[in-house]
């Protein structure tokens, strides 16, 4: 029993449940974090290897990032387990399989996530009506064709860059994963005059401090080939992206890629997390530590979170860009200025407003996560 409540705290989560249906090969998890400020919403993930664990953890930071992002909607997510590269009718089946086998859990919507996208939350609205990041076609605004989360980090560089003693013109970035939030953040900040030198996906990293061409990276992403087939740069394991001298690094992948003990390796004076939990708090600390500026993944990704939120009330494709810049700036500024003044890491001083927010809203129902 104490193994299943060791991730349990005063915040959720509410309910975890684990599905399994051997006809159909069907295994996931579903974690409902907290709901005190409405039905929760967070990414469907599909991946042959995510734990219990991870999957609590990515709903936690889920609740959070409503939570700090003024939401009328908790955290929650949920797994896949499967290859997400499989043939599309086998995915087919196993989304659908997987939305039937949750469709009473009411108080949780579906999201795309890493893995899943417009096309499969069209799969679920299909079997269940409840999912948000669907196809035009549907009513939705596709957030991962139009870069929400990109966009928004976009807007928290901008902001961060206050706190920084350098200019995004002719800043290198660096990213970490080239899917649907890393191509689009290089994509945003790339306009505003930002240099691309380095980019890793799941088949390896490339590198040139003179720049990489941003749209023969994104053509070859679109033939199903990776960054590692571009002619003009370095080819390196995927995992040295870290090495890569840079102003300005995105991880936008998977969790936990930066901890304690290969954090000394991260060469750049700002961190602008795309990806949820993609550093340890361990290696959050020396980053702090170092005066290394890292801006955390609840505050700085929303972006997608808020278009779905927008999508879910039936909101305009603009007025879902206008909320994302608009929150996610004041957000930004109040979390850095609160930390500056403590003295504390931007995590501690994001943690602080989501969770007063959070047990705030908690304090106005008759059971608390329920």
């Known amino acids: 029993m104490g193994e299943i409540f060791d991730y349990v705290d005063d915040l ?3 309910k975890v449940v684990h599905i399994h249906e051997p006809t159909h090969g069907i295994k996931g998890i579903v974690v409902v974090d907290n709901v005190a400020a409405g039905p929760a919403i ?7 290897d995510v734990s219990t664990r991870e999957c609590a953890r990515l709903a936690r930071a889920m609740t959070l990032k409503n939570a700090a992002a003024g939401l009328p909607h908790g955290g929650g997510k949920s797994v896949l387990f499967g290859d997400p590269r499989m043939p599309v009718e086998e995915k087919e089946r196993l989304i659908r399989g997987m939305a039937c086998a949750v469709a009473d859990i009411n108080e949780y919507i579906f999201g795309p996530d890493m893995g899943t996208d417009e096309e499969c939350m069209a799969w679920v609205k299909d079997e269940i009506g409840r999912s948000v990041g669907l196809p035009r076609e549907l009513g939705g605004i596709p957030l991962d064709v139009i870069g929400a989360t990109g966009w928004g980090l976009s807007h928290v560089v901008d902001v961060a860059l206050s706190h920084c003693d350098f200019e995004l ?3 290198r970035l660096a ?4 899917g649907a939030v890393g191509k689009h953040a290089a994509r945003f900040l790339t306009a505003k005059g930002a240099v691309l030198v380095g980019v890793a996906d799941s088949r390896g990293a490339i590198h040139n401090p003179d720049g990489l061409d941003l749209d023969e990276l994104i053509a070859l992403k679109a033939e199903g080939r990776s960054i590692i087939d571009y002619a003009h740069a370095r080819k390196m394991k995927q995992d ?3 090495d890569i001298p840079c102003d300005i690094w995105i991880p936008a992948a998977r969790p936990d890629v930066v901890h304690e003990d290969n954090v000394h390796r991260l060469n750049t004076r700002l961190v ?3 990806a949820n939990i993609p550093f340890t708090y361990g290696a959050e600390r020396i980053l702090h530590e170092r005066g290394v500026l890292n801006i ?3 505050i700085a990704n929303a972006g997608g979170v808020i278009c779905a939120a927008m999508e879910y009330q039936q909101a305009s494709q603009t007025a879902a860009l206008q909320a994302i810049e608009e929150k996610l700036r004041g957000n930004t500024a109040q979390v850095l200025d609160e930390a500056r003044k403590l003295g504390v890491p931007p ?3 994001a943690v602080a407003l989501a969770t007063e927010r959070v047990k705030r809203a908690m304090s106005y129902r008759r059971w608390s996560l329920f």
């Open 12 to 14: 959720g989560p509410t």
């Open 42 to 48: 967070g990414g469907l993930r599909m991946a042959p």
């Open 169 to 171: 013109e002719g800043a």
């Open 175 to 178: 990213v970490q994963g080239f």
């Open 240 to 242: 040295k992206v870290i």
């Open 272 to 274: 602008v997390q795309g």
């Open 296 to 298: 955390p993944d609840f």
């Open 347 to 349: 995590r501690d001083a």
